[in-house]
């Protein structure tokens, strides 16, 4: 999992056209409230709830057989909120691609789905400091037949690999030397597996994270996960790390979400909340990971 996770969001324009602003969940009140970021805190306060955006892809954020909201970001969103005097965490599902866009339209006020930061991104809208950060693996059948380690293995051994719609991976690949013609863009993880096991690629390339929990929905199934890398780009490496957005008109919003999670992290308390979703120690964000330092790569 390497720069959030997920790339360019090419969607993502389209939604935000194609809904109208009437549709908007925790949209505030007060258009001057609203321009000095003041707003939609208010409001959710005020309420006791707060909608966040996910894109129903474990162990990020999902339903479970029983219809919960749950993941690792929902969790946390849950805990933060809850200290912020917001009761109530209300989930909209939209597909990865769709999540800025629904954002700026005001369907929801966060998006909690383990959304990688980069440059991109940050472009579009503010991001919280990480929750997280991951590297990127491939799945692949047992044995790693065609020996895929790094995404330039991919083009050595003439692989189709396997990204999901708006990922990062799509983009490394194709920054890697990885031809058009061997990415293989897929909808969702589901649909990702199936490839995989009818042979129309060779590999899917995800966060470590991703995999992982993948393959435990397929226990007995004849795949693995690959020891987890960072790609490097230009001399530079692609660590990957996830965080909440917001708009860039909610400041204050983003400032108390901050402040809150800071307080999780010094008083150890984020561990506990993500690591019934394959976290670990591993994946906790050091002293020196901000968004501002992801936001530049």
């Known amino acids: 999992m390497t720069s959030s996770r997920r790339d360019f969001l090419r969607t993502a324009t389209l939604l935000a056209g194609a809904v109208p602003l009437a549709a908007a969940g925790c949209s ?22 707060i909608r966040i955006g996910f894109a129903n892809e474990a162990p990020y954020g999902f339903t479970d057989k029983s219809g919960k909201l749950t993941g690792e970001a929902p969790e946390l969103a849950r ?46 809208v503010a991001f919280s ?33 396997g990204v999901l719609t708006g990922a990062v991976e799509g983009g490394y690949a194709e920054k890697l030397g990885v031809p058009k013609d061997q990415i293989k863009t897929l909808a969702d993880q589901p649909a990702a597996y199936e490839a995989l096991k009818s042979k129309r ?4 390339a995800l966060t470590r994270i991703s995999l992982v929990d993948l393959l435990s929905k397929h226990q007995g199934e004849p ?14 490496e692609q660590f ?17 979400f901050n402040d809150k999670l800071a307080e999780f992290k010094q008083q150890n308390k984020l561990l506990p909340i993500i690591q019934p979703f ?4 591993a994946e906790l964000p050091g002293a020196g990971d901000t968004a501002a330092k992801f936001c530049a790569v």
């Open 28 to 49: 505030t009140t007060d258009p001057e409230a609203e321009r000095q970021g003041g707003g939609t805190l208010a409001k959710a306060k005020q309420d006791g709830k």
């Open 278 to 281: 394959g976290f670990s120690q």
């Open 201 to 204: 690629i060779d590999a899917i």
């Open 129 to 161: 400091d990480p929750d997280y950060v991951a590297k990127t693996a491939f799945m692949v059948p047992k044995g790693n037949p065609k020996k895929i380690l790094k995404f330039e293995d991919a083009t050595k051994a003439e692989a189709n690999i």
């Open 240 to 256: 990957g790390a996830g965080g909440f957005a917001f708009r860039k008109a909610d400041a204050d919003l983003l400032k108390a």
């Open 79 to 124: 805990a933060i909120f809850k200290e912020l005097g917001i009761a109530n965490v209300e989930g909209v599902q939209v597909d990865f691609g769709g999540l800025i866009g629904g954002l700026k339209a005001k369907r929801f006020d966060v998006i909690a789905a383990g959304m990688f930061i980069n440059k991109e991104r940050c472009a579009e």
């Open 223 to 236: 795949y693995e996960v690959t020891e987890a890398f960072v790609p490097v780009i230009d001399g530079k």
